[in-house]
Protein backbone atom coordinates (compact mmCIF):
# COMPACT_ATOMS: atom_id res chain seq x y z
CA UNK A 1 0.00 0.00 0.00
CA UNK A 2 1.32 2.91 -0.83
CA UNK A 3 -0.70 5.99 0.29
CA UNK A 4 -2.04 7.31 3.24
CA UNK A 5 -4.83 7.41 5.35
CA UNK A 6 -5.54 11.01 7.26
CA UNK A 7 -9.68 9.63 8.79
CA UNK A 8 -11.31 9.89 12.11
CA UNK A 9 -14.30 8.84 13.09
CA UNK A 10 -16.23 9.77 16.12
CA UNK A 11 -19.28 9.53 18.49
CA UNK A 12 -19.48 11.83 21.11
CA UNK A 13 -21.66 14.49 22.94
CA UNK A 14 -21.24 18.13 22.27
CA UNK A 15 -19.54 19.78 25.00
CA UNK A 16 -21.07 23.37 24.56
CA UNK A 17 -23.42 24.99 21.63
CA UNK A 18 -21.46 25.60 18.21
CA UNK A 19 -19.77 28.73 17.50
CA UNK A 20 -20.25 29.80 13.72
CA UNK A 21 -18.65 32.81 12.55
CA UNK A 22 -17.65 33.90 8.82
CA UNK A 23 -14.11 34.65 7.23
CA UNK A 24 -13.38 38.31 5.37
CA UNK A 25 -14.20 36.02 2.39
CA UNK A 26 -18.03 35.47 3.94
CA UNK A 27 -17.27 31.05 4.38
CA UNK A 28 -19.21 29.86 7.19
CA UNK A 29 -17.10 28.42 9.86
CA UNK A 30 -18.52 26.27 13.08
CA UNK A 31 -16.17 24.87 15.75
CA UNK A 32 -17.37 22.91 19.04
CA UNK A 33 -16.21 20.44 21.64
CA UNK A 34 -17.27 16.62 21.24
CA UNK A 35 -16.49 14.76 24.57
CA UNK A 36 -16.04 10.79 23.68
CA UNK A 37 -15.92 8.15 26.54
CA UNK A 38 -14.13 5.19 27.53
CA UNK A 39 -14.77 3.01 30.22
CA UNK A 40 -12.15 0.31 31.48
CA UNK A 41 -10.81 -1.47 34.28
CA UNK A 42 -7.78 -0.25 36.71
CA UNK A 43 -5.06 -2.98 38.21
CA UNK A 44 -7.62 -3.28 40.76
CA UNK A 45 -10.40 -4.63 38.80
CA UNK A 46 -12.74 -1.17 39.40
CA UNK A 47 -14.24 0.38 36.87
CA UNK A 48 -13.00 3.97 35.46
CA UNK A 49 -14.29 5.97 33.23
CA UNK A 50 -12.07 8.28 31.14
CA UNK A 51 -13.64 11.69 29.19
CA UNK A 52 -11.39 12.73 26.14
CA UNK A 53 -12.50 16.22 24.32
CA UNK A 54 -12.34 16.89 20.82
CA UNK A 55 -12.25 20.03 18.63
CA UNK A 56 -14.60 19.63 15.98
CA UNK A 57 -14.59 22.92 12.71
CA UNK A 58 -16.48 22.44 9.72
CA UNK A 59 -17.01 24.29 6.88
CA UNK A 60 -19.33 25.94 4.53
CA UNK A 61 -23.09 24.19 4.46
CA UNK A 62 -22.20 22.03 7.12
CA UNK A 63 -21.29 24.66 9.16
CA UNK A 64 -24.28 26.18 8.96
CA UNK A 65 -26.02 23.08 9.74
CA UNK A 66 -23.86 22.32 12.83
CA UNK A 67 -24.88 25.92 13.80
CA UNK A 68 -28.63 25.74 13.32
CA UNK A 69 -29.79 21.99 14.76
CA UNK A 70 -26.56 20.82 17.15
CA UNK A 71 -26.72 21.86 20.93
CA UNK A 72 -24.79 21.01 23.95
CA UNK A 73 -25.43 17.23 24.42
CA UNK A 74 -26.39 16.45 21.55
CA UNK A 75 -25.47 13.02 20.53
CA UNK A 76 -23.40 13.26 16.85
CA UNK A 77 -21.52 11.15 14.97
CA UNK A 78 -18.97 13.07 12.76
CA UNK A 79 -16.28 11.35 10.47
CA UNK A 80 -13.32 13.74 9.10
CA UNK A 81 -9.42 14.00 9.56
CA UNK A 82 -7.31 15.48 12.09
CA UNK A 83 -5.55 18.67 11.57
CA UNK A 84 -2.70 20.06 13.31
CA UNK A 85 -1.38 23.72 13.69
CA UNK A 86 1.06 25.22 16.16
CA UNK A 87 1.36 28.91 17.95
CA UNK A 88 2.62 30.22 20.69
CA UNK A 89 1.39 30.30 24.24
CA UNK A 90 1.77 33.48 26.19
CA UNK A 91 4.83 32.59 27.68
CA UNK A 92 6.48 32.34 24.26
CA UNK A 93 6.33 28.82 24.14
CA UNK A 94 5.53 26.94 21.36
CA UNK A 95 2.39 24.48 21.52
CA UNK A 96 0.60 22.65 19.23
CA UNK A 97 -2.93 22.28 18.70
CA UNK A 98 -5.17 19.37 17.27
CA UNK A 99 -8.64 19.37 15.72
CA UNK A 100 -10.70 17.41 13.94
CA UNK A 101 -12.24 18.67 10.55
CA UNK A 102 -15.19 17.39 9.87
CA UNK A 103 -16.80 16.30 6.19
CA UNK A 104 -19.60 14.44 7.42
CA UNK A 105 -21.64 14.87 10.40
CA UNK A 106 -25.11 12.78 11.01
CA UNK A 107 -27.47 13.98 14.36
CA UNK A 108 -28.26 10.30 16.59
CA UNK A 109 -30.79 9.59 19.26
CA UNK A 110 -34.20 9.75 18.92
CA UNK A 111 -36.04 12.36 16.52
CA UNK A 112 -38.18 12.99 19.98
CA UNK A 113 -34.39 14.02 21.43
CA UNK A 114 -33.75 16.49 18.29
CA UNK A 115 -37.74 18.22 19.00
CA UNK A 116 -36.95 18.68 22.21
CA UNK A 117 -33.68 20.39 22.14
CA UNK A 118 -34.03 22.65 18.40
CA UNK A 119 -38.06 24.14 18.61
CA UNK A 120 -38.29 22.96 15.04
CA UNK A 121 -36.94 19.97 13.68
CA UNK A 122 -35.46 19.49 10.19
CA UNK A 123 -37.52 17.93 7.66
CA UNK A 124 -34.81 15.07 7.57
CA UNK A 125 -32.69 15.27 10.47
CA UNK A 126 -31.30 11.86 10.71
CA UNK A 127 -29.87 12.38 7.33
CA UNK A 128 -26.23 12.76 6.94
CA UNK A 129 -25.62 16.31 6.18
CA UNK A 130 -21.90 15.92 4.09
CA UNK A 131 -19.56 18.60 2.93
CA UNK A 132 -17.82 19.01 -0.45
CA UNK A 133 -14.00 17.80 0.20
CA UNK A 134 -12.66 20.97 1.08
CA UNK A 135 -8.31 21.27 0.62
CA UNK A 136 -6.37 19.63 3.02
CA UNK A 137 -4.46 22.26 4.14
CA UNK A 138 -6.62 25.60 3.97
CA UNK A 139 -10.31 25.71 4.03
CA UNK A 140 -10.18 28.38 0.77
CA UNK A 141 -7.57 29.16 -1.62
CA UNK A 142 -5.56 32.14 -0.09
CA UNK A 143 -7.79 31.35 3.45
CA UNK A 144 -4.63 30.92 6.48
CA UNK A 145 -5.79 30.10 10.08
CA UNK A 146 -4.42 33.75 10.49
CA UNK A 147 -8.06 34.05 8.59
CA UNK A 148 -10.52 32.12 11.16
CA UNK A 149 -12.05 34.21 13.47
CA UNK A 150 -11.44 32.20 16.55
Known amino acids: MSGTVN???????????????YTPSGAPVAKFTLATDESFKDRNGEQQ???????????????????EYLTKGKLVYIEGSIRSHQYEDSQGNKKTAYEIVARNMQMLGSRGDAERSHEAAAPDASAPAREPSPPETTPEPGITDDDIPF
Open 7 to 21: KVILVGRLGKDPEVK
Open 49 to 67: KKTEWHNIVAWNKLAEICG
